[in-house]
C-alpha cells in the first residue's frame, strides 16, 4: 500500500534514555541498545544565516537587530559564539562550538528531534535500512556486559561459532565495561573487510575464547515465525525497516506450507518503531476498509491513511503482544488492529512515542529529524504520551526493575502532550499476573530467539504469550 505521508522513506520511533538509537519513529527503546523510530524523508535547501556569520566575523552587521526580531536569539548566540573563541581560557574547537549549539537548540523541542552528525546520521540510516557492515550478533546490554542474543544466520559472528548466552567482555582488547552501548555499536561495526576481535567468556568453559572476525555487510531480518502446536502461526516483528511487509508475506507464506493456520500470534513486544510506510503496509494486511491512521498537525488533520481490500491476513482470529517498549509504528499496528476489532490486544502500556519525525538532508553529510506531527489510531485516539492501553493487561514481574522505574514516552523531559484526542482508550477488561511464588519470567527486552519457542505456550513463565496461545486455540474466552 502507498504511504500518503511526504517523499519516501517514512520513520517511526522513539528515543529511551539508555537507548541507542534509532529513534525515528525514531528509535522506541532498543533493548539491543541500538536507538529506537514516525518520520518521513524530505530534501531541501540550506543556507547559511547572513547574520549569524557576519556576528562571528565580527562585523558590526548585526548591531542595530530590532528587539522584537526573531533573530536577535541568532544574534545573542553568534556574539557569545565570538566571546567564547575570543576569550576562554583555552583555545576552543569552533566545530565543535556550533555543533553544540545547534543539539542544543534542537534537543529542547522534544526527546525526538535531533541534529545528526555525519557519523550518526550514516548509522541512522544503516538501522532503517536493516543493513550494515559488521559481525552480525544480536546483543543485550546487561551489568556492564555485553550478552549475546543470537548470532544472525550465514554471518561472520555464526560461521566463527559465536553462540547465544556468550558475554563479550573485550572488543580489540579493550574491556567493554563502562562503555556507552552506541560506542560498543559501533565499534563492533566498521568498514567491510576490516577485522575485530572479541574476547569472550562462555558458560562451563574455563578460561575466555578469542574470535577474529571479519566485518561484512550484514543483512538483518526484521520478521521472524514459525509455526506452533495446534496450527498457531507465531510472527514477531522486531522493527520496521525496509522490507518488513515483504518479509511478513514471505513468512507467511512459509507457515502456511501443508495446514493452514487457525490464527496469528502477532509479537509486537520490544518493537522500537521504524519505518512507517512499512508499518501501514503490515496492518493493511489484516483489514479491509477504513482508516488505519490519521495524523496531524498544529491541530489540524494532514493525512489520513486507508487501508485497502483482500489483504493476506485478512480473515482468521488475531491476537497482538505487546509491553512497554512496543514504541511508535508498531504502536500504530497495535492500536490501528485494536480500533478496527481486527485483534486482541495483550500485555502492558506501550510506550508512547505518537509523534511524526520528518528526516531532513544538510550539507555535508549532516541530518535533521525534526518532529513534525502526530498521528492517531482510526477512533482518533493519541497515542502520543499515553500509549496503547491492551485489551488484556498482563501485570507480571516481567522486568526486573520495579514498576515506577520503567520508562515510557510522558517520563521523558520536553515530551509532547497528548493533543487533540477524541476517543479514550478502551478500559482493559482483564488484568493478568503470576503467581507470587512464580519466579518472574526473563525480562521482555530479552526475548528469546523464535526458535526457541516451546511449540506449545501454554503454562509457560511468559504469560503474554501463554494467554494469547489460550486465546487462538480456544482454552481461554475471548473478551467481548
Known sequence: MSPRLPPQPSWAGFSAPEAQDRTGAGAGPSPAGGTP????????????????????????????????????????MARVLALIEDEYVEPVDHERLVTGAIRGMVGELDPHSEYLVVRDYTQFQEDTEGRFAGIGVEVDFRDDAVVVLAPIEGTPAARAGIRPGDHIIAIDGESVRGLAPTILVERMRGRPGTAVRLTVTREHVSGVLVFTLVREIVRVPSVAARRLARDVGYVRIKQF????????????????????????LLDLRNNPGGLVDEASAVADEFLVSGTVYSIRRRGRVVDTIRATPNGALRRGPVVVLVNEYTASAAELVAGALQDHHRAVVIGARTFGKG??????????????????????TPNGRAIQAQGVEPTIRVEGRYDPRPPDTIVRESDLDHHLPAEGATVEAPPARTKAGPPEDEPPPPRGSTLPPVNELPEDPTGEADLVLSLGYQLLVGLFPVPR
Open 241 to 264: 525497516q525496509t522490507g518488513t511487509h515483504t518479509e511478513l508475506l514471505q513468512a507467511l507464506g512459509e507457515l502456511r506450507r501443508g495446514r493452514p493456520l487457525v490464527g496469528i
Open 37 to 76: 523510530r514516525l518520520a518521513t524523508r524530505t530534501w531541501l535547501r540550506w543556507s547559511a544565516t547572513a547574520a549569524f556569520v557576519a556576528a562571528s566575523t565580527g562585523s558590526p552587521a548585526l548591531a542595530d537587530t530590532a528587539p522584537d526580531s526573531p533573530y536577535r536569539a541568532v544574534d545573542q
Open 355 to 376: 509523534s511524526v519525525q520528518t528526516i531532513l538532508d544538510l550539507p555535508g553529510g549532516d541530518g535533521l529529524r525534526l518532529t513534525t506531527m502526530r498521528y492517531y
